[in-house]
């Protein structure tokens, strides 16, 4: 649950910025492949993990691309 409430708020703060600034389509489009691109780690950390333990993994490597994501979009 701890994960899914960072991304959310991650996803809410790019959205909001993005508001802000007057551009919230690019926002919308980033959040989209934001959510594509779990879509793909969740089903390949489901296929990996049929073999061996990936433990948080995912939820790691999720958790980072929001964070990156967010501050990718808030500077540039």
Do not use: Q
Request: glycine residues 10%.
């Amino acid at each position: 649950m701890s994960t899914f409430a960072i991304i959310l708020g991650c996803i809410v703060f790019m959205i909001v910025v993005a508001s802000v600034r007057g551009d919230p389509g690019r926002a919308i489009a980033d959040t989209t492949l934001l959510v594509i691109l779990a879509g793909i780690v969740a089903a390949l950390d489901f296929i990996v993990s049929r073999f061996m333990d990936t433990g948080y993994a995912a939820s790691l490597v999720i958790i980072l691309v929001a964070g990156a994501s967010h501050s990718i979009r808030s500077t540039g």
